[in-house]
Each structure stands twice: as C-alpha cells, then as structure tokens.
C-alpha cells in the first residue's frame, strides 16, 4: 500500500481535494482572525479600564492569559460546533467540502478529535504540521489527516454525498 502523498501526488481529484482544504483552513483562519481581534478589543477594553482606574501593573499577564484561553474556546468551538453539526465550517461550504464520518455519524466528539491541533497557540501550530506529516507520509486513506484517521473522519466533495 502507497503512503498518502504518493496517492495524492498521483491523483488530480484528490489534488483538487486538498488545495480546496487548504484554500477553506485559510477562509477559516481569516474568519476567526477577524473574530478575536474583535473579542480581544472587548477583553482588553474590559481589564484595561478597572486596571486603570485601580492603578494595578498587572495587565499584561492577566490578558495574554485570558487571550490564550478565548484563542482556544474560539477555534475549538468554531470548528466543533459547524463540523460536529453540519460537517463543514465555512470555509469548507465556500468550496464546497465536507467532513463525514466513515463509521457512524458525523458527532460532536468526532470533530473535537480532528481539530485538536488547529488551535493558534505554538504547541498545537507543531502538533498541526505534525498531524499532516504524519498523515501524508503514513499509509491509508489519502482524503485523511492523522487526525481524521484518528477520528475515522474524511474530507469529501459535498456534492458526493449530495448535499451543499
């Protein structure tokens, strides 16, 4: 059996799957971008003004905390919620592909375990290059990530299980 990226290197259709992958990760990532600069303005507005007022140098530390803690709640709860629901974020509708589960339902618990590594901090940017790495140069289905084996998920063309 051929390692994935010997699959897809040779595949134009699964070529085409992954660029569209890669094209939604990126209309995802901009959309959340956009979602927590806003929600970073709100938080910083809020501890920024007691501690003024107080007159406390604590400020830094208490909102990069705070700020990790709204990074990961916002990315995992994007990406859970519109996956684990109707099995694409947006990003993955704007092109046109689908989360589905290759034993079972599309669940909640199925889209945690696939997004896992896509949070924004450092630790999981190298889980994420890892979970591909691992997931092209392994053996299996070539529309999978480690993840989505893990998870017994794929990424498929919506209009190949016929729905948009």
């Not at 590594?117 to 999981?124: G, R, Y």
Request: positive net charge; hydrophobic residues 55%.
């Amino acid at each position: 059996m051929q390692r994935r990226f010997e699959v897809v290197r040779a595949n134009s259709a699964l070529q085409n799957l992954w660029t569209r992958r890669v094209i939604a990760f990126v209309i995802d990532s901009l959309i959340l971008l956009i979602v927590f600069v806003v929600l970073n303005a709100v938080l910083a507005l809020v501890l920024f003004v007691p501690l003024l007022v107080f007159n406390v140098n604590a400020f830094g530390g208490l909102f990069s905390g705070f700020s990790a803690i709204f990074g990961l709640i916002i990315v995992w709860g994007y990406y859970v919620a519109l996956e684990g629901s109707t099995g694409a974020t947006i990003g993955k509708r704007f092109v046109d592909v689908k989360v589905r589960s290759l034993e079972g339902t599309m669940s909640y618990t199925k889209a945690f375990v696939r997004s896992f590594t896509k949070a924004w901090l450092p630790a999981f940017a190298l889980l994420f290059a890892l979970d591909l790495i691992v997931g092209f140069a392994t053996q299996g289905d070539p529309r999978q990530r480690f993840s989505d084996a893990v998870a017994n998920t794929a990424i498929i063309h919506a209009r190949a299980c016929g729905s948009r």
